[in-house]
């Protein structure tokens, strides 16, 4: 065989072992963790401070586990914020320390103070995980505070995936303009005056997800609108990203080697 088309057919075999690879799925199993405290004397789960905590544990991924830990204990400690050492507390001091908080007002106010974490899985596109860490504290007034966060995870690279790995270099810009071409969208779809345009402007997210229809973008309570809208989710629809995201993360593409 001559040398050039041995070469071309050695290239060939690494290409497609290398698209095989690609498109490989990483196994994931996982099972359901949950701890519950209670205050001191608790006869009715319903008339006392309880902490809950279930999140899903994956078989053979730690630092994974350890991104969903250190997640749920940065949203619990601070509603959502950056926490001071999150990895130098465990849910069993933070859920002490909370009960021991409500105890101390149990004579000023009749509410029974709540919090709950929860993470699991919310979607898999090829070796790309989402999962959805969702939060919950009430401590006394009109309502507690929900938080969720999306922590997305590269399964074959073992590593956190951010919205900036996804974007093509140089094309940030073109992202943020699609994104707030959507909010316009769905201000004019809430009917939006002057006034809440001006109270509640377009932001940028961190949290995104991967989805059939495009780049969802999730945006929590109090970001884009008040608390009583809820969380808000932008979606950037695939025909208007290419170019724009990386081809590896366009979900008709992923798992198919491209």
């Known amino acids: 065989m001559p040398v050039v088309a041995l070469l071309c057919s050695l290239l060939w075999t690494l290409?497609?072992?290398?698209?095989?690879?690609?498109?490989?799925?990483?196994?994931?199993s996982s099972k359901l963790e949950t701890n519950e405290w209670r205050a001191p004397a608790c006869?009715?789960?319903?008339?006392?401070?309880?902490v809950v905590?279930?999140?899903?544990?994956?078989?053979?991924?730690p630092a994974l586990n350890d991104a969903i830990r250190?997640?749920?204990?940065?949203?619990?400690?601070?509603?959502?914020?950056?926490a001071e050492s999150p990895a130098n507390t465990s849910f069993a001091q933070l859920a002490q320390n909370f009960i021991a908080e409500a105890a101390k007002v149990s004579d000023m106010s009749v509410a029974h103070w709540q919090m709950n974490g929860e993470a699991e899985k919310l979607a898999r596109h090829g070796n790309l995980l989402t999962v959805a860490i969702n939060t919950y504290t009430y401590s006394g007034g009109a309502h507690g505070m929900p938080v969720t966060h999306w922590l997305n995870w590269d399964l074959a690279q073992d590593k956190r995936v951010i919205l900036n790995d996804i974007i093509e270099p140089?094309?940030?810009?073109?992202?943020?303009n699609l994104a707030r071409d959507e909010h316009e969208q769905w201000l004019q779809a809430q009917k939006a005056d002057a006034d809440?345009?001006?109270?509640?402007?377009?932001?940028?997210?961190?949290d995104f997800q991967l989805t059939e229809?495009?780049?969802?973008?999730l945006y929590g309570v109090y970001t884009l609108a008040p608390y009583s809208?809820?969380?808000?989710?932008?979606?950037?629809?695939h025909a208007k990203l290419e170019g724009v995201v990386r081809k590896a993360y366009l979900v008709a593409k992923i798992g198919s080697g491209e």
């Open 53 to 61: 905590i279930r999140r899903e544990v994956f078989t053979n991924h």
């Open 15 to 28: 290409t497609a072992c290398e698209k095989q690879q690609a498109a490989a799925e990483v196994p994931l």
């Open 196 to 206: 809440f345009r001006s109270s509640w402007p377009f932001q940028h997210s961190e």
């Open 213 to 217: 229809k495009g780049v969802v973008l």
């Open 170 to 176: 140089g094309q940030e810009g073109a992202f943020w």
């Open 70 to 82: 250190t997640q749920l204990l940065e949203q619990l400690q601070g509603n959502g914020e950056a």
């Open 43 to 50: 006869k009715d789960d319903k008339d006392c401070t309880a």
């Open 229 to 237: 809208s809820g969380e808000v989710e932008l979606t950037v629809p």
